[in-house]
């Protein structure tokens, strides 16, 4: 297995022979508006994709989103993603995948298996209370092959149950986490803080933990430095790689 950090939450993985783009965000820099109601408000993405957007897409298998908030499917992905690529979304997302014309969009209920990957569906939370209800539903994806590591991609997710019973469920061997710390002006942070990456370190202590969804959206507070700097102080072992980095396992 092979993952890159694209950009923010946007990967590509090579898997079994086959090459995943997990939750294109592929606008250029400043093209989105700010997150409303958030800190920092500037344009988004905060920065430019790390390499030319034909060369994200280039031979790219088949595509799984987790959600399809605009850090994570936005307008420049419904354009440029070839509408016939295998598109693997959560089943309340299927519609609006179909309304633009991705005919081979399909929704992974509980598990579905494609090519010689099986890909299951997991749970989370985008934040607490109302906030977490109202950024609902949000999926993460298990992703597995005899001959590769199984890879968990928790998606927009603070650490709560459903985390952990993944982990309990399928003990992965590396983890990719969404970072940043995203919050608005009220309440509790929706995508994970410092705290919460340890959480899953000390569950899975024997998983390769990769933390991204940092420095790339202006509500996304937590830098990867600051972020490097707790999980050290915490004893525990996290990869944050930058944009365009390519990790092999
Ligand atoms: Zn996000």
């Given at each position: ?93 299927l519609a609006k995948m179909e309304s ?150």
């Amino acid at each position: 297995m092979r993952i890159q950090l694209v950009r923010h939450a946007t990967l590509l993985i090579d898997y079994a022979n086959m090459r995943l783009l997990v939750d294109p965000m592929l606008s250029d820099a400043g093209a989105m508006a700010a997150i409303q109601n958030s800190p920092q408000p500037r344009p988004n993405p905060l920065v430019a994709l790390p390499m030319p957007v034909e060369q994200v897409l280039d031979g790219v298998h088949a595509v799984v989103v987790t959600h399809t908030h605009r850090d994570h499917w936005d307008d420049a992905a419904i354009q440029l993603v070839p509408k016939d690529l295998p598109l693997f979304c959560q089943p309340e997302d299927l519609a609006k995948m179909e309304s633009t014309h991705f005919v081979n969009a399909a929704a992974v209920h509980d598990a579905r298996n494609w090519s010689k990957i099986c890909i299951t569906r997991t749970g989370g939370h985008h934040g607490t209370g109302d906030i977490g209800k109202a950024m609902a539903p949000v999926s993460g994806y298990v992703v597995q092959n005899e001959g590769e590591p199984t890879l968990y991609i928790a998606g927009d997710t603070i650490w709560c149950r459903e985390v952990s019973d993944a982990i309990e469920q399928f003990h992965p061997d590396v983890i990719v986490l969404n970072a940043g710390g995203a919050r608005f002006l009220q309440g509790d942070p929706i995508t994970m803080m410092p705290s919460d990456v340890i959480h899953v370190c000390r569950a899975a202590p024997k998983a390769k933990i990769m933390a991204v969804h940092m420095e790339a959206i202006n509500h996304c507070l937590v830098t990867r430095d600051e972020l490097a700097e707790e999980v050290e102080v915490a004893g525990v072992s996290v990869m944050v790689p930058d944009d365009g980095e390519v990790m092999d396992f």
